[in-house]
Each structure stands twice: as C-alpha cells, then as structure tokens.
T-cell receptor, first 110, second 115 residues
C-alpha cells in the first residue's frame, strides 16, 4: 500500500508554462516535505510544511499543505528548463523515518 | 562541510559476492538512513539508525545488514549479492533536534549492478 500518492507521474511542458504537482494520502502527517532530485544526484530538500493550510513560497515555487494535513501541492509558475527533475514528497507520521511518494518526473523544454 | 558522502560511486558485483557501502556525514546528525531507489518504486527504506550502536529495519531489509559503530558513519553490507539488489543506494542523515520534521540530507548515491 502506497501511503503517499503523487500525480502526475510524468509531466512534460514548455518553458513559461505553469504546473501543479499533487501529493495525496488518506493518512494524517505531522509534517510534509518536498525534495527535488536531478539525474545522478541525491534528493535535495526544498521545503517543509507543518501546519494545516500552510502556504510557503520559494521564488517561483509555491507549496501548500492541506487543511487536514493529508495532502500537499507544489505549484511552479513560469517553469524554466532548470526546474527539470524528479519531485518527491515525503511525510512524517511522528516517527523517526519518512514515507516517500514515488515522485513526479518533470521535463521543461525551451 | 562535505555533508553526506558515499563510497564507492559505482560498483559491479557478481552474484554471491559481498561488499560494504560506506556513508559518512559531518553534520553531527543523530539519525542515519539507507534507501534504495528503483524505477517506478520510489525511495524505499532499507535500515536506519537513531544513534551510535543502534540500528532498525526499514521497509526492505532482507539481504542487507548495517552497522553504526561511529556516529558519523553508517555502513550497509551485502553478504551475498543477488541481481535483485541492482539499484541505486542512497544514504541520508537527519537531526532530530531540528523541530521533529526529520528533514533529510542525502548523499550522491552508489550505483550497484549485480550480474
């Protein structure tokens, strides 16, 4: 059973387009994180959200944690080729380990 | 700071051979983790450690052993490699004192092929 479902699995867009990636679960998480992974490298933390309804912005990236703390979204405005990569969400259920989604592979072409 | 480092970066093994992957972190983190990443499967936790001398099983521990003799190092061993263990292995660390979110810092990965 996959506790964190990410959608879409793949996304291919043109430079300048907007996009949203979703991370959904039927379980409640005490916190949720988003990572970006480039080919041949390890995931790098982008943001952590901990409060239901919380919205965080990181330049052109906007992250939102659902009110019930069961889901999250990542919105990218005016995507650039440098945004290309695998986007992973990960949730913590008050334990010592994170639960990772399978990821969304984003390709932005110029 | 180097962060999290992993050695080796690449390795090819024959079925039945053994090897040890080394992970080192210089951030004084208490917690360390080993994951494997396979296409379509995401990151799966193999083993983790919440402190020096302690280890625990994750989601896919079979065929692997780990040791945490020093706080900064976390070793992953394959006693008898199998083709099903062909994967990319990532080590990560986190600091439980940093708000409890267990934000993880990853190494660059080790690409292992078992023939």
């Amino acid at each position: 059973t996959q506790l964190l479902e990410q959608s879409p699995q793949f996304l291919s867009i043109q430079e300048g387009e907007n996009l949203t990636v979703y991370c959904n679960s039927s379980s409640v998480f005490s916190s949720l994180q988003w990572y970006r992974q480039e080919p041949g490298e390890g995931p790098v933390l982008l943001v952590t959200v901990v409060t239901g309804g919380e919205v965080k912005k990181l330049k052109r990236l906007t992250f939102q944690f659902g009110d019930a703390r069961k889901d999250s979204s990542l919105h990218i405005t005016a995507a650039q080729p440098g945004d290309t990569g695998l986007y992973l969400c990960a949730g913590n259920q008050a334990g010592t380990a994170l639960i990772f989604g399978k990821g969304t592979t984003l390709s932005v072409s110029s | 700071n180097a962060g999290v480092t992993q050695t080796p970066k690449f390795r090819v093994l024959k079925t039945g051979q053994s090897m040890t992957l080394l992970c080192a972190q210089d951030m004084n983190h208490e917690y360390m983790y080993w994951y494997r990443q396979d296409p379509g499967m995401g990151l799966r936790l193999i083993h983790y450690s919440v402190g020096e001398g302690t280890t625990a099983k994750g989601e896919v521990p079979d065929g692997y052993n780990v040791s945490r003799l020093k706080k900064q190092n976390f070793l992953l061993g394959l006693e008898s490699a199998a083709p099903s263990q062909t994967s990319v292995y990532f080590c990560a660390s986190s600091d439980p004192r940093a708000g409890g979110a267990y934000e993880q810092y990853f190494g660059p990965g080790t690409r292992l092929t078992v023939t």
